[in-house]
Nanobody, 121 residues
Framework: QVQLVESGGGLVQAGGSLRLSCVVSGRTTRSLVMAWFRQAPGKEREFVARSDPINYSGGNTYYADSVKGRFTISRDNAKNTVYLQMNSLKPEDTAVYSC???????????WGQGTQVTVSS
């Protein structure tokens, strides 16, 4: 069973940075499509960023337009960990951030419990 555990959330002022981590157990990240989603209070969950393994799409990364140029998703397969570096944070980035994983095509089947990110103005 694949399990994901996020960490790194917290309270930060606008313009600041945070790095989220997602540690994966039960399967190597080398074979997983990994992504970050977020959900703000009263809003639907939305896609933030995605990282494909080398053997899936050549290791492509994808970003929501709202975070492009500010957030960076990366992976350390040796540590079975995926990161989300968030710079130039804005109050509208405030949300619970969740890590997700899937094997190949289809929907994301594995989810972490989420970590709260709060950006104050």
């Amino acid at each position: 069973q694949v399990q994901l555990v996020e960490s790194g959330g917290g309270l930060v002022q606008a313009g600041g940075s945070l790095r989220l981590s997602c540690v994966v157990s039960g399967r190597t990240t080398r074979s997983l499509v990994m992504a970050w989603f977020r959900q703000a209070p009263g809003k639907e969950r939305e896609f933030v960023a995605r990282s494909d393994p080398i053997n899936y799409s050549g290791g492509n990364t994808y970003y929501a337009d709202s975070v492009k140029g500010r957030f960076t998703i990366s992976r350390d397969n040796a540590k079975n960990t995926v990161y989300l570096q968030m710079n130039s944070l804005k109050p509208e980035d405030t949300a619970v951030y969740s890590c997700a994983a899937k094997i190949g095509n289809g929907r994301f089947d594995y989810w972490g419990q989420g970590t709260q990110v709060t950006v104050s103005s």
